[in-house]
């Protein structure tokens, strides 16, 4: 069977350039590659062909024969062509090393560009829990809080080095960062383990930081808890969290905020609830009952005649401030009637009394009790 033109194979024209059939054979190789192509059995002699038309193109020499020649420059012992079904083991595995970094360049940690990371690393970011009550959230609060962090090293001024000095270029990476291991077809990418990635080493590492440019300290903040703060507001303080890495830049501090439960009120959102008790006569004869509020004053609610167990009235205004915004929630009051216990004697007579004058002073027991015997007397026909 003739073999193909190589420029037909790689999808290019005779007379390309260099970069535009590098373009090419990576866009085929991609395409073909056995790996992406797991249900094509042709996969593999595909890719093989377009590996062996690029070893060709991509050699000025070998390109300007076959250009000449076509097939035939590489036949009957003319010049050092592909070798027939694979071609040559290391050129095949310079030139796959470069479709390789496309594939898996991202995954292997490179940023597709090339080159060393720069000896300044910004600092970690940094999180801090903090409990407030509820007062403080409805108020708004000045808290100090000490945390501990990685500062500036003062001897060195962050650079690691000692005296001052410049980091010299890594004589492993050769200042990429990382180094890299041919294996079979492969180039596997390691970051170096003498700057570790950094690029740069410092021959005289400062003694008070050993050569990180910072160290561990305490770190006391003053920290503004706005109004109407919820659990799970998280609050940023920018270039408060780790110092960065020989004079990079400072991460940041996040506090996350959580609200404490309250004794007396029962928060949902912007909203406040309490659950306040009345006697079993107040709530049948109505009058008045005082709640507190949150901003520590008092309120008169008045309780309606036959208040039942679970009213709920609203206090306008009276709830928790929005965060970062001029409305404010509601107060819900919710009635509890109490049943009274360790009665005395006259009391209990009293009561006796009061349930004989009220059998027909309990609409929804009375509605209650004839949907029941309505129940039963069914049940009974059946």
Not at 84 to 93: K, N, V
Not at 176 to 201: D, L, P, S, W, Y
Not at 207 to 230: A, D, W, Y
Not at 244 to 250: I, S, T, Y
Request: with cysteine; aromatic share 6%.
């Amino acid at each position: 069977m003739a073999k193909r033109d190589y420029y037909e194979v790689l999808g290019s024209k005779k007379g390309a350039t260099a970069e535009e059939l590098k373009k090419a054979y990576r866009a085929k190789a991609k395409e073909l590659h056995p790996d992406r192509n797991a249900d094509n059995p042709q996969a593999e002699a595909q890719f093989k062909e377009v590996n062996e038309a690029y070893e060709v193109l991509k050699d000025e020499q070998k390109k300007a024969a076959y250009d000449r020649f076509g097939h035939a420059a590489f036949e009957g012992g003319m010049g050092g062509g592909p070798r027939p079904g694979g071609g040559q083991q290391g050129d095949f595995a310079s030139a796959f090393s470069d479709v390789f970094e496309d594939l898996f360049g991202d995954f292997m940690g490179r940023g597709g560009g090339g080159g060393g990371r720069s000896r300044a690393q910004r600092g970690s970011d940094l999180r801090y829990n903090m409990r407030v009550s509820l007062e403080e959230a409805y108020s708004g609060s000045q808290k100090t809080i000490t945390v501990p962090t990685s500062a500036t090293c003062d001897t060195c001024h962050g650079s690691g080095s000692e005296g001052g000095g410049e980091p010299v270029t890594c004589p492993t990476c050769n200042g990429i960062g990382k180094v890299r291991a041919q294996q079979g077809f492969f180039t596997i990418e390691r970051t170096c383990h003498q700057c570790n990635g950094m690029g740069q080493i410092i021959k005289n590492p400062c003694k008070n930081c050993g050569g990180q440019g910072r160290v561990q300290r305490e770190k006391s903040l003053s920290v503004n808890i706005p109004k109407g703060v919820e659990t799970g507001t998280r609050i940023r303080l920018a270039g408060e969290g780790e110092a960065g890495l020989r004079g990079g830049p400072a991460g940041d501090l996040y506090i996350f905020i959580e609200v404490k439960d309250h004794a007396i009120f029962q928060r949902d959102g912007v909203h406040l609830f309490c659950r306040v008790p009345v006697s079993m006569p107040t709530a049948a004869l109505g009058g008045e009952v005082e709640v507190p509020t949150i901003d520590g004053g008092k309120a008169r609610v008045k309780v309606p005649v036959g208040a039942q167990n679970g009213k709920q009235m609203r206090l306008r205004m009276k709830g928790m401030p929005a965060l970062r915004s001029p409305n404010t929630g509601d107060m819900v009051i919710e009635l509890a009637v109490e049943t009274p216990v360790n009665l005395t004697t006259r009391q209990r007579e009293l009561l006796c009394e009061f349930e004989k004058l009220s059998e027909e002073n309990n609409p929804e027991g009375s509605s209650f009790f004839s949907k029941v015997k309505g129940f039963w007397d069914g049940m009974k026909g059946q």
